[in-house]
């Protein structure tokens, strides 16, 4: 019998708080601005959409839960408190449950990371984003670099499980730049670190400037290459090996929720605009929540949970999104897995691929190699297949 999603490759919940003190220019997440924020009314709302998950997910193992935004840290710890309660008090966990929140420095103090540990995180992201108050201020960040890193320091000193991001191939940033910035980042680095060059996406501050001609100072695509392998380079020499496209980590000390992503397990979506995946009625069932904090909010009220779609999804799709984020790994593709999914691959095409140098097949696995992980979509777009017509 073949084994459910969730439990080859997990099973989690990610929790969106849609709240910032301000929208990042680059920023293309379902965040707003409040004035104020009824603390109360959202943590009524949250526990009704988790028991309405829990009564139709029974008998699952949960292994993570991923506090996400927006900005998360703006929830009051009692909140977050009550929302871990429940969700223990709904589903199995693991004995090891990962349970991390997204912390911006800016909206943290000493007093509540200590608090949110005592609620039950685990592990804790700090956006850094960058290590330069120039640099902050483009991006459109509240915080100074000795804000962020003595944020960092108060997490590191309650959990070991602490990761942060950056944000490179910045406006006007030569390599030199940011070979030195990475390296200072590197020094204080614990066991993880999210990497990500700035991508300028459409619906954005930094998209409508972008398209006005008023962007300028990014990078070459050369020097964006440059930045990427220098950043593979250094986080290797620290031992925070990537293991994902932009993650790097000590061995063991991957993002175990973020790998139910990419390993194509099962995770619920509550909060406003979140996705899920989740079997249901023997189906695979993409979910997606009310994106307008109000909206979600009045049906949470009404119905009882805030979900506004849910689309069984076709066999081949399924498998296609397996092999999409599966690829992004070091590990790769299990390709008896996606073929069980109801996946095809393009022998021809995966034998050229490897005999170029893109691709690995080792062990009934595919993996991209560091050249192929540049041009990853065009691979996918070459080796996905239609299955054949039973």
């Known amino acids: 019998m073949t084994l459910a999603n969730w439990q080859e490759a997990g099973f989690g919940l990610y929790l969106h708080w849609p709240f910032c003190a301000a929208k990042c220019p680059y920023c293309d997440f379902n965040s707003h601005v409040a004035a104020s924020i009824d603390h109360a009314a959202w943590q009524r709302a949250y526990v009704a959409d988790l028991d309405h998950w829990a009564a139709r997910t029974p008998d699952r193992v949960l292994t993570s839960v991923f506090f996400g935004g927006g900005t998360p840290s703006l929830m009051q710890p009692e909140v977050v408190a009550a929302i871990l309660e429940r969700i223990h008090r709904n589903w199995t966990v693991s004995n090891d449950l990962e349970v991390t929140l ?21 592990r804790f992201s700090v956006g850094l984003q960058a290590l330069n108050d120039d640099d902050l201020r483009r991006l459109g960040r509240l915080h100074s670099v000795a804000e962020g890193r003595a944020a960092f320091e108060v997490a590191a000193s309650l ?6 991001d950056l944000i490179y191939a910045r406006q006007d940033q030569s390599l030199a730049d940011w070979e030195a910035e990475l390296r200072s980042a590197l020094g204080q680095a614990g066991e993880h670190v999210s990497l990500y060059q700035l991508t300028i996406e459409d ?65 619920l979506g509550v909060g406003p605009g979140a996705h899920g995946r989740v079997a249901l009625d023997d189906a695979r069932h993409a979910t997606v929540a009310h994106r307008a904090p109000g909206a979600w909010l009045q049906a949470v009220a009404r119905r009882g949970h805030g979900i506004e779609t849910t689309e069984p999804l076709p066999a081949a ?19 008896d897995r996606h073929a069980r999914l109801g996946g095809a691959i393009d022998a021809t095409e995966v034998t050229a691929l490897v005999q170029s140098g893109h691709l690995i097949e080792e062990d009934r696995r595919l993996r991209a190699t560091d050249t192929g992980i540049l041009v990853l979509n065009a691979l996918l777009g070459r080796i996905l297949t239609e299955p054949p017509r039973q």
């Open 203 to 267: 619906g954005t501050a930094f998209g409508a400037r972008h398209a006005a001609g008023g962007l300028r100072g990014l990078p070459t695509e050369a020097l964006s290459v440059a930045q990427y392998e220098v950043t593979q380079a250094l986080t290797a020499e620290a031992g925070l090996r990537r293991y994902e496209v932009s993650n790097h980590a000590r061995p063991g000390a991957e993002s175990r929720h973020n790998l139910i992503y990419w390993r194509g397990g099962d995770w």
């Open 102 to 122: 997204e912390a911006n420095p800016g909206s943290v103090d000493a007093d509540r990371f200590v608090a949110f540990h005592a609620a039950g995180v685990n």
């Open 159 to 164: 959990t070991d499980r602490v990761s942060f």
């Open 317 to 335: 799709e399924v498998a296609d999104e397996y092999a999409l984020m599966s690829l992004r790994l070091t590990e790769g593709m299990d390709l």
